[in-house]
């Protein structure tokens, strides 16, 4: 079992920046694409990034385009999710998941099976 922990998280002004990084464990990291998803309060889950296994192709939500930017360190196990010009309602808890086995980039959250408890950010104005 995949243990996902979530770090870089905190209070902002709106404008700022935030980098997330999310460090798995074991040892097959560089087998599975890796996805960002936020929940605000009240709200459903929703897709924020995704990032291949290779780190070569990346996928993102169209509220987030321009602004955020997913990476991968297969050296340190690690996803990260820098954002940029962050805004009000970019204001949630930022989870990290797994893929399945053999998944290509994805921003379907039924095709992630491993989740980290997540880490919020708050965006202030």
């Known amino acids: 079992q995949v243990q996902l922990v979530e770090s870089g998280g905190g209070l902002v002004q709106a404008g700022g920046s935030l980098r997330l990084s999310c460090a798995a464990s074991?040892?097959?990291?560089?087998?599975?694409?890796m996805g960002w998803f936020r929940q605000a309060p009240g709200k459903e889950r929703e897709f924020v990034a995704a990032i291949s296994r290779s780190g070569l192709s990346t996928y993102y939500a169209d509220s987030v385009k321009g602004r955020f930017t997913i990476s991968r360190g297969n050296t340190k196990n690690t996803v990260y999710l820098q954002m940029n010009s962050l805004k009000p309602e970019d204001t949630a808890v930022y989870s990290c998941?797994?893929?399945?086995?053999?998944?290509?980039?994805?921003?379907?959250?039924?095709?992630?099976?491993?989740w980290g408890q997540g880490t919020q950010v708050t965006v202030s104005s």
């Open positions: 998941a797994r893929s399945g086995a053999g998944t290509p980039v994805t921003g379907d959250i039924e095709e992630y099976d491993s």
């Open positions: 074991g040892r097959t990291f560089s087998n599975y694409a």
